[in-house]
């Protein structure tokens, strides 16, 4: 990653921390981009290029990236389910040690705020096709089913991680929820 790239990562990561800071404390709708700006220290043309809508702060993240690379670096072995659960529980082990803040303020905020519940839907669309993209044309509709089988498998595991306080340890709550879901660990 060249410096200006980490440059842009930096500043994109300052104003969503900012932003969630803003809407934990006074709330999401009275919370205002002119704010986020003026907390992260940028300009709101500066949000704006980063976050083109006010819920992109909040759902704005590299999951689909990182999932193409995971489920890539992963052995292609096992059905498509256990494949994809395997990414996942690899994901969710990496961001709940690295992010676990940011993710728990992210989800509680998705949580309560409904206007961030309807375009979380399309975080899931994305993070599904990843995952077909990832595993390819060849199984792109058995890679869809399983794909969104385990996503669901994930949402039910992050929405009792954040009612926990995200206390427990999320990639063992996916892990109970996928085995009471397919009968087996991934």
């Given at each position: 990653m060249s410096l200006r790239d980490r440059q842009r990562a930096d500043t994109r990561q300052r104003i969503q921390r900012q932003a969630l800071r803003l809407f934990t404390d006074r709330g999401y709708d009275a919370t205002t981009v002119n704010g986020v700006a003026a907390a992260a220290g940028v300009s709101a043309m500066t949000v704006y290029r980063n976050f083109p809508t006010k819920e992109d702060l909040v759902l704005y993240d590299d999951f689909d990236q990182l999932t193409a690379a995971t489920i890539a670096e992963l052995p292609a072995t096992g059905s498509l389910t256990d494949r994809i659960g395997r990414t996942v529980v690899t994901i969710l082990d990496l961001v709940a040690t690295t992010e676990h803040d940011l993710l728990l303020a992210r989800l509680r905020l998705m949580i309560?705020?409904?206007?961030?519940?309807?375009?979380?839907?399309?975080?899931?669309?994305?993070?599904?096709?990843?995952?077909?993209?990832?595993?390819?044309?060849?199984?792109?509709?058995?890679?869809?089913?399983?794909?969104?089988?385990?996503?669901?498998?994930?949402?039910?595991?992050?929405?009792?991680?954040?009612?926990?306080?995200?206390?427990?340890?999320?990639?063992?709550?996916?892990?109970?929820?996928?085995?009471?879901?397919?009968?087996?660990?991934p």
């Open positions: 309560s705020t409904p206007a961030l519940q309807a375009r979380h839907l399309d975080s899931q669309f994305r993070l599904q096709e990843a995952f077909v993209n990832a595993i390819g044309p060849s199984q792109e509709y058995g890679a869809r089913a399983a794909a969104s089988a385990v996503l669901g498998v994930t949402h039910t595991a992050l929405l009792r991680w954040a009612a926990d306080d995200g206390e427990p340890d999320l990639a063992d709550l996916f892990r109970e929820a996928f085995t009471a879901t397919f009968g087996h660990a």
